[in-house]
């Protein structure tokens, strides 16, 4: 954090494109004048549907940037407001609305005998199952209390190191795995028979839906020992006497099924009752955000997909987990009623991290007005007609309500604690600089569009679908005048403990919140799903596909997989030298073996191509790696155009990543995981000419 605040090429005015390509400092009122004045006139002369949004990680950090972005976008009464939830695990929310939610909430790592992580590397992410405020020393103290990890990876990362168990199958097989454990789980009657009488309905049709992946079929097709699966099965249902749960990541969740890998994962826990019951500890009790009674009940399943906005591409709509933006490109470059033509980023960075960069590329080129929120000129700010410079977070005030609220995202995420945290302003911008804090700027253009703004804070999940608190609602227009601390104390206005008190801990705390699950509802009748019909169709299409038939690829021998980088968020930092330390690239990892099987080293230039494209790349022998795997860090890379600087800014994954040939039907993420890639010497043997080359290159 200190690193990027510091950073020597942090904007510290915002910036503007003029016709002639020359790009000059622009005095932020200035700026907002300008981009409200050509908002207008693009909504006056195509629609509202013109204006899109698009929301990426760095928007996290300030509590009303979404909220604020969003509340614009419904002012101007566009719904093309996209985040990059659909292109990371939008399966998560698609799975928990056809299974739903349970009201008492997840178990505590903290206190749990077995754990199962799939495709997910919390050691470096610290993102999801185990707490990830330090999940290495969580991990150690729960594998020396006698917990037993189970990791299921096709690379030996940092946490499958520390597995008691580490499945290492071939990418992509996570549902024939799940299937698996499943299937044994019920043949042997390790299920929680009471806790699914009760609680859930399906469950003869999931039993059914799994007969097909015996033990046999999914070790061959998976390629893991058959004994280990089965260990692997009875670890995670019988070892121990407290329970756990099972969580998966992006690794698992890029190969293509991610929707019912997710769903898989839901029926695990719930088949195995691991659930927090009447009478336990409520592992999230919540402090900024309201009080809430945690039931041992289920809220039942809702609509997740199918309704709302239509995109004119592939039949997508939006979703619980938002609107689809892998389509997002297509949305500007498809002309007709309808196209975007202006798109506003906030913390995002589509050139490094959409799926197929030349089409990103041609469309953000395209675009009539693109405006960025962004600290440095990235290369999405780079395209830009404005790029606005926000301040950073340890500008602007600081509040946790957005840990708390990422529990609504997936179990096994927040905080397991009541713990809450304030912090004002730490530094002042540096001086001479003309920064805005995000929200404000939204607020601007709304004052001069003179827009009625309804700012929405929720507490729940699937898109509004599930709350546990009512709403905090607050209406702006052009008389709004609000500090950012006056903002927080409104979103704040319901909280279980008041934001005055946590402000007295400037260091953070756990309070004193002794919250227990309460029983059901005398009247409930409702029921969690574990029988969801779509998903059960999809699972039978898995089934039938020929697995063998698709491996034998011999122009496409190896399948690219992703993983996180220690040291950078994305594509945050990795130009800093103090982060990169003198590699400002992402290699290509490859098992050694299959380095000298190519008669190439460490360090060599090579190409990899996917039948979409191919990019330069530097080789690094990993043997963590299974043989026919290579993997890859995301978001580095310059433009198409600068190819031949692979050294000097790493390798775009993006390039390798068509939209529209595998994709999910129902969120349009597209495979950016278990790709059939070449990997070759550079200016040997195979040339750039020689790969497929797709439309796009073509065209690119
Ligand atoms: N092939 C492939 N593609 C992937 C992935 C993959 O693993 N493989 N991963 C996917 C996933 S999970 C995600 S989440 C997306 C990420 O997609 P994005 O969120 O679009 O990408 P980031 O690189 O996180 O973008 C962060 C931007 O925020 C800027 N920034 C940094 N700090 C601040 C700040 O304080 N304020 C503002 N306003 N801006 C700031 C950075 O300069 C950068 O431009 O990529 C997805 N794409
Ligand atoms: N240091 C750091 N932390 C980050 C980020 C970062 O860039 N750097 N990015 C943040 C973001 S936006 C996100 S979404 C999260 C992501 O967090 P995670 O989902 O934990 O991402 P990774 O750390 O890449 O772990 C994914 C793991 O999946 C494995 N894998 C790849 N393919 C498959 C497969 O087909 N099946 C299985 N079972 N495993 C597979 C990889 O080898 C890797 O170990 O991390 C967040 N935290
Ligand atoms: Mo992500």
Redo the contacts with the bound molecule.
């Keep these: 954090m200190p690193e990027i605040h510091n950073n020597p090429d942090r904007l510290l005015h915002s910036r503007k494109r003029h016709a002639d390509g020359t790009v000059t400092t622009i005095d932020s009122e200035q700026a907002m004048d300008e981009i409200a004045a050509r908002l207008t006139e693009l909504i006056d002369t195509y629609g509202p549907r013109s204006v899109a949004m698009y929301l990426g990680?760095n928007g996290l950090p300030y509590p009303a940037s979404a909220l604020m972005g969003n509340a614009f976008m419904r002012g101007i009464e566009s719904p093309m407001f996209f985040t990059?939830n659909t292109i990371?695990?939008p399966g998560k929310q698609i799975a928990l609305a056809a299974h739903g939610h349970w009201l008492g909430g997840d178990v505590d790592f903290h206190h749990a005998d077995s754990w199962m992580l799939?495709?997910?590397?919390?050691l470096?992410?610290?993102?999801?199952g185990i707490p990830g405020q330090n999940p290495s020393q969580n991990l150690r103290a729960a594998i020396e209390r006698g917990m037993k990890l189970i990791v299921?990876?096709?690379?030996r990362?940092q946490?499958?190191a520390r597995a008691a168990i580490h499945l290492q199958?071939?990418?992509?097989?996570?549902v024939t795995i799940l299937a698996g454990m499943l299937h044994i789980i019920i043949a042997e009657k390790w299920h929680d028979q009471a806790f699914l009488d009760e609680n859930a309905t399906g469950f003869d049709d999931l039993a059914r839906a799994v007969a097909g992946f015996t033990p046999a079929y999914v070790a061959e097709r998976a390629d893991i020992p058959e004994e280990q699966l089965r260990d692997t099965a009875r670890m995670f249902a019988t070892h121990g006497v407290t329970r756990g749960m099972v969580n998966?990541?992006?690794?698992?969740?890029?190969?293509m099924h991610g929707n019912l890998l997710e769903y898989l994962c839901l029926c695990l826990t719930t088949i195995c009752g691991r659930w927090q019951r009447a009478g336990e500890r409520v592992t999230r009790p919540n402090t900024l955000m309201p009080a809430f009674t945690a039931k041992a009940q289920p809220h039942p399943p809702y609509e997740g997909w199918g309704y709302g906005e239509r995109l004119r591409v592939r039949g997508l709509t939006d979703t619980v987990s938002g609107m689809p933006t892998a389509a997002l490109a297509d949305e500007i470059l498809l002309e007709g009623e309808g196209q975007v033509k202006a798109l506003i980023c906030i913390g995002g960075n589509p050139m490094a991290a959409w799926p197929d960069q030349r089409k990103t590329h041609r469309a953000l080129q395209s675009l009539e007005l693109l405006v960025t929120l962004d600290t440095e000129m990235s290369l999405t700010s780079r395209l830009a007609d404005y790029v606005i410079a926000p301040m950073m977070q340890m500008e602007t005030p600081a509040m946790t309500m957005g840990s708390e609220l990422i529990k609504y995202y997936t179990s096994g995420t927040g905080i397991p604690a009541a713990y809450g945290q304030y912090v004002p302003r730490v530094v002042d911008p540096p001086p001479g600089s003309d920064l805005i804090e995000e929200w404000q700027f939204f607020l601007g253009l709304a004052k001069r569009m003179d827009l009625e703004l309804w700012f929405v804070n929720f507490f729940g999940g699937g898109g509004g679908r599930f709350m546990e608190s009512p709403p905090i609602v607050l209406q702006m227009n052009k008389d709004t005048h609000l500090s950012t601390e006056e903002l927080f104390e409104q979103m704040c206005a319901t909280s279980r403990i008041p934001l005055e008190e946590v402000r007295n801990h400037p260091h953070g705390n756990i309070f004193d919140v002794d919250a227990v699950v309460q029983p059901r509802d005398a009247d409930c009748t409702d029921r969690l799903d574990v029988g969801n019909a779509h998903f059960l169709a999809e699972l039978a299409d898995v089934r039938a596909t020929d697995f063998a038939a698709g491996r034998s690829d011999e122009a496409f021998p190896f399948r690219l997989?992703?993983?996180?980088?220690?040291?950078?968020?994305?594509s945050s930092g990795t130009a800093l030298p103090a982060l990169n330390r003198g590699k400002p690239f992402n290699p290509v990892y490859m098992h050694p073996d299959a380095v000298a099987a190519l008669g190439l080293t460490s360090g060599d230039s090579v190409l990899v191509s996917s039948s979409h494209d191919t990019v330069p790349a530097v080789l690094e022998a990993d043997d963590t790696l299974r043989r026919d795997v290579v993997?890859m860090?995301h978001?580095f890379g310059g433009l198409p155009t600068e190819d031949d600087e692979f050294r000097e800014h790493g390798t775009n994954v993006g390039r390798l990543v068509p939209t529209d040939v595998d994709y999910d039907p129902v969120t349009g993420l597209p495979r950016q995981?278990?790709i059939a890639v070449a990997v070759s010497a550079f200016g040997a043997g195979r040339q750039r000419d020689a790969v497929p080359v797709s439309a796009d290159r073509a065209l690119g």
């Design positions: 990680t990059a990371d695990q799939v495709g997910t590397n919390p470096v992410s610290k993102a999801i299921i990876d096709p690379r990362s946490t499958a199958p071939r990418p992509g097989e996570d998966a990541g992006t690794g698992a969740n890029f190969a997989i992703p993983r996180r980088h220690q040291n950078f968020m994305n993997a860090h978001a995981g278990n």
